[in-house]
């Protein structure tokens, strides 16, 4: 048979007893207010996150629409260097005087449906999106702005695009007549953050044909 020799504790006096209770009480306090500024901090996220990220969805997609329109007819003017030629009719009498300008709407409409078509399929291409957020540009405090990880978010950009051709006519000159020919989009943008959407709307005018016409003016012009 063995025998096992246990010790007994003795006894804790009410002193040591004190002592252990307040340090147990003075552990609780550090990790208390670690606890009370975590939840401060998520809470300050929580309320500026939704705001940051649609003022930033906001500037992304008028910067990225800006950028696709203006990509989009350099493209296709470089590509189709003979797009705008034929967009004003001119009548002549018989010494080749120019008598009335007239725009062709047939050209005018296939100019307008060509670089229309292709902002809207370059915007198309691009609505999976993201955008990277420093946690201190969240917390909303100034002194942190732009400081600390970046964290990323993903919303869908979707976007509604609508053009019109404008033609101005304007005299330069003594005899000079100036034909200017732009074509003008109006987007409305859509940044979609789950159940939240933010909207913005881009407007851009790029100027397509310049037309210098020397000599008398015509009595005649036909815009569209």
Not at 7 to 12: A, H, T
Not at 40 to 55: D, E, I, S
Not at 206 to 217: C, D, E, F, K, P
Request: hydrophobic fraction near 40%; aromatic fraction near 6%.
């Amino acid at each position: 048979m063995y025998r096992i020799n246990r010790r007994r504790q003795s006894p804790q006096s009410p002193k040591e007893k004190a002592d252990r209770k307040e340090r147990r009480r003075a552990l609780c306090v550090p990790i208390l207010l670690l606890a009370a500024i975590v939840c401060f901090l998520l809470f300050r996220v929580g309320q500026n996150v939704q705001p940051t990220l649609n003022a930033l969805a906001g500037y992304e997609c008028r910067s990225s629409c800006l950028e696709i329109i203006n990509q989009s007819v350099q493209d296709v003017l470089a590509r189709e260097p003979d797009l705008c030629c034929g967009l004003y009719v001119y009548d002549r009498n018989d010494d080749g005087t120019i008598l009335a300008v007239r725009a062709d709407p047939q050209a005018m409409s296939r100019v307008q449906l060509r670089l229309t078509q292709e902002v809207i399929d370059r915007l198309g291409a691009r609505k999976n999106r993201s955008v990277r957020v420093p946690v201190g540009t969240l917390l909303g405090w100034k002194v942190l702005a732009e400081r600390g990880p970046c964290i990323s978010y993903r919303y869908l950009q979707d976007a509604y695009v609508t053009s019109s051709v404008n033609s101005r006519v304007s005299h330069t000159g003594i005899n000079q007549t100036e034909l200017d020919v732009s074509i003008a989009f109006r987007a409305t943008m859509a940044a979609l953050f789950g159940n939240t959407v933010t909207q913005v709307e881009v407007e851009h005018e790029l100027l397509l044909a310049q037309i210098l016409l020397v000599g008398q003016v015509p009595q005649v012009y036909a815009g569209v």
